[in-house]
C-alpha cells in the first residue's frame, strides 16, 4: 500500500476530514477493520495502518539505549495515538489533541507520503513546495538514480 498525491481539504467543525476517494480504497481493503492510526511524526499528523504501527513498536524496541532524541520522538508518537475508523465516504474524526499538536486549522493538505499519509496545514504544504531543494549528492552517496 503506497499512498501518493495530496488534496486540499476542510476540517469540519468536529474536526473530521474526508480523504482523497484513492486513500480511502486502499485503506478499505488493505485493512480489514477500516481502521487507521493516527499520531504525530516529523512535527505532521501522519495516518499509519494498525500493522505498521506494531511493526514499528517492535523495531523501537530493539534499540536498548535509546539517545535522548529518539526517546522524545517516541514520547510523541505514542502520546498522539489514536485508532480512528474510515467511514464509508472516507471521513476520518482527527482527535483535537492530534489538531493542536500538528497546527492543523480549517484548510488543510492530505498528501501521500508513500507507506503513511500526512496531514498539513495547507500554508505549510504551500511553503513546502516554495522551497528549493538539491538532494543530489545524498541520491548520489546511496547509488539512486532518477530515470527522469
Same mark, same amino acid.
Not at 484513492?22 to 504525530?40: A, K, Q
Not at 492530534?98 to 507520503?113: I, Y
Given at each position: ?15 473530521? !476530514?474526508? @480523504? ?16 487507521? &492510526?493516527? #499520531? ?8 499509519? =495502518? ?9 523495531? !523501537?524496541?530493539?534499540?536498548? #539505549?535509546?539517545? *535522548?532524541?529518539?526517546?522524545? =520522538?517516541?514520547?510523541? @508518537?505514542?502520546?498522539?495515538? #489514536?485508532? =480512528?475508523? &474510515? ?10 489533541? !492530534? *489538531?493542536?499538536?500538528?497546527? @492543523?486549522?480549517?484548510? &488543510? ?29 545524498? !541520491? ?9
Amino acid at each position: 500500500m503506497k499512498f501518493r498525491g495530496h488534496a486540499h481539504r476542510s476540517l469540519d467543525d468536529k474536526g473530521r !476530514l474526508i @480523504l482523497p476517494p484513492d486513500f480511502r480504497d486502499m485503506i478499505r481493503s488493505g485493512v480489514p477493520e477500516s481502521v487507521i &492510526v493516527l #499520531t504525530i511524526f516529523d512535527r505532521h499528523v501522519i495516518g499509519i =495502518t494498525p500493522a505498521q504501527w506494531a511493526r514499528m513498536e517492535d523495531e !523501537l524496541e530493539k534499540v536498548k #539505549t535509546p539517545s *535522548r532524541e529518539l526517546q522524545n =520522538t517516541i514520547r510523541i @508518537l505514542y502520546s498522539g495515538y #489514536t485508532e =480512528t475508523p &474510515v467511514g464509508a465516504q472516507g471521513r476520518i474524526a482527527i482527535p483535537a489533541h !492530534l *489538531r493542536k499538536s500538528g497546527k @492543523l486549522d480549517k484548510d &488543510v493538505v492530505v498528501m501521500g507520503a508513500g507507506r503513511r499519509f500526512e496531514i498539513w496545514p495547507a500554508d505549510s504544504f504551500e511553503r513546502l513546495l516554495d522551497e528549493d531543494y538539491d538532494v543530489s549528492q545524498e !541520491l548520489a552517496e546511496n547509488n539512486v538514480s532518477l530515470p527522469f
